[in-house]
């Protein structure tokens, strides 16, 4: 974790990553954005998301799915992140499938959740898939929750 002083204003950074930004690190994304506004944290967690090699476009299963949460993923757009976008973070969550590099030295709490590749797969899949992720975007905003009490 990283250790921020109390006095910060620095927001914490958290990205979610994987090759093409198009399934894995989408829904992801949805699940901080809904979390960060939940917890009331709007103004102390930025996210980003990217890819090393972005799609043209998020998968349609993943769209599908995450619209049965309520969550609109149509109008989303791949997008490629830098090197240096990920070593301003504070943590990191890749895919299983990431070509990341980070220097050895980096404070960037780096986290791979090794999940399966949706694009493809069976709803039910697809579905088993997003529920892992939902679990495991909250537990972060746990531990984030938790670093950002510490600085009040």
């Known amino acids: 974790m990283t250790e921020v002083s109390p006095m910060s204003d620095t927001p914490v950074r958290v990205a979610f990553v994987c090759v093409q930004n198009a399934g ?32 043209d476009h998020v998968h349609d299963e993943v769209v599908e799915v995450m619209r049965e949460e309520g969550v609109d993923l149509s109008d989303r757009s791949p997008r490629e992140i830098t090197t ?19 220097d050895a030295d980096s404070s960037v709490d780096v986290r791979d959740w090794a ?10 899949r697809v579905r088993e898939i997003r529920d892992e992720i939902e679990g495991r975007v909250s537990a972060l905003f746990d531990e984030i929750e938790q670093e950002v009490s510490t600085r009040a």
Do not use: K, N
């Not at 829904?27 to 998301?49: H, K, P, Q, Y």
């Open 24 to 55: 894995r690190s989408q829904l992801s994304t949805a699940f901080a954005e809904r979390e960060r506004e939940r917890r009331g944290l709007e103004d102390t967690v930025e996210i980003l998301t990217g890819g090393t090699h972005p799609a």
């Open 84 to 102: 240096a976008e990920l070593q301003s973070c504070d943590y990191v969550a890749t895919m299983g499938c990431s070509t990341l590099e980070l």
């Open 115 to 124: 999940l399966d590749d949706p694009d493809g797969q069976d709803l039910d």
